[in-house]
């Protein structure tokens, strides 16, 4: 046999094989509903992702904490059993980088563009590098946007907050916060919240208002205060063994897919949360109030001690520069 032909039957069976094998599955694992920023940019990285790779990579979505709850789904996704979460800024500290909590600190974003300073500079890029040896590798920051307080009392003052069991995210600096304002914290799981507020397990919480509406947490809580006293935001992070294992075209491809995700994902949050609150509202279970520039200085001032306290656990120095590139 001639060798020409024979490389040509090589090759056509390798083409063949190619087309058989199974596609390259994503499973992506998030503990919020559908119809928020999240869950809406998931979707839409799913579609883009499986268009620019032929159907390659299909990607599986499981919302609403459907596979895994908050410290599970990174578990899993250490493990290999998901390759995909995007868990909140405030859930990295049980990974053990603990640097990731300075996004909770009270205050310390006056404006989105504030924010994206930090996540689209040196900043942001450093702390996506520390999840590295952990196996995790971060891919991008998605937005969901600055909380509101809620419970079944008004909270005005820091002094309303006395005494109050609010339910919050495993971050340390949330736990302070809480403390601060004279609040006992509970760390419980995002799925858990709805449930724990209607039997009364704690008092109340703290979410931007898309995932508040979208659990109906309003429906348990009288009172939402407009507080914008913290931002909240994720990062979109991989299995690193599964992302560095994946041919390098379908990296490429899968990177673009994000990029564009992530872009439409900033453009829809805040939208997303003004619609949120103002469904609050309409449904008329709530009352909503938003602070006086008084009431804002008292509870400034309350909180203000939080980022000394937290020096420790997160780093002055980036504390520091995160205030920096805030204030720029
Ligand atoms: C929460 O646990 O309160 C939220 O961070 C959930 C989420 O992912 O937005």
């Known amino acids: ?23 390259i599955v994503i499973k992506f694992s998030h503990v919020v509903a559908t119809d928020t920023p999240k869950g809406q940019a998931a979707e839409r990285f799913k579609q883009l992702a499986e268009k620019a790779t032929n159907g390659r990579v299909k990607v599986e979505v499981y919302p609403n904490s459907q596979l895994y709850k908050d410290k599970e789904e990174l578990e899993a ?4 059993a998901v390759q995909m979460l995007a868990p909140s800024l405030a859930k990295f500290g049980p990974l053990g980088v603990k640097e990731f909590e300075a996004f909770d600190l009270p205050y310390i974003f006056p404006s989105k563009t504030a924010l994206y300073n930090v996540t689209e500079g040196e900043i ?11 196996g ?33 995210q495993s971050s340390k600096v ?20 709805y449930q724990a507020l ?7 919480t703290e979410n931007p208002p898309s995932n508040m509406y979208t659990q109906k947490m309003h429906e348990v809580q009288k009172y939402v ?12 992070i991989v299995n690193k063994k599964f992302w560095d294992g994946l041919p390098p075209d379908i990296r490429a491809a899968l990177d673009k897919a ?71």
């Open 174 to 193: 949330l736990d302070a916060q809480m403390r601060a304002l004279g609040a006992n914290p509970q760390v419980l799981a995002f799925s858990e919240v």
């Open 77 to 80: 996704l250490q493990l290999g």
């Open 198 to 204: 209607q039997t009364g397990v704690v008092d109340g």
């Open 258 to 328: 994000m990029k564009e995700a992530t872009t439409f994902e900033k453009a829809i949050a805040q939208r997303d949360n003004d619609m949120a609150l103002d469904a609050i509202k309409k449904a008329g279970k709530t009352e909503i109030y938003t602070l006086s520039v008084k009431e804002q200085a008292e509870w400034r001032k309350a909180l203000q001690p939080v980022q000394q306290q937290m020096e420790s656990r997160i780093g002055k120095d980036l504390i520091a520069a995160m205030n920096k590139e805030a204030a720029k």
């Open 1 to 23: 046999m001639k060798l020409k032909p024979v490389l040509l039957i090589l090759s056509a069976a390798l083409s063949f094989n190619a087309y058989a094998q199974a596609p």
């Open 225 to 236: 205060t407009v507080s914008n006293h913290g931002y909240l935001g994720y990062a979109v």
């Open 124 to 134: 942001g890029k450093s702390l996506l590098k520390k999840l590295e040896p952990k």
């Open 136 to 168: 995790i590798t971060g891919l991008a920051y998605w937005d969901n946007g600055f909380k509101v307080m809620s419970a079944n009392k008004p909270l005005h003052t820091p002094s309303d907050f006395k005494g109050l069991k609010m339910r919050i």
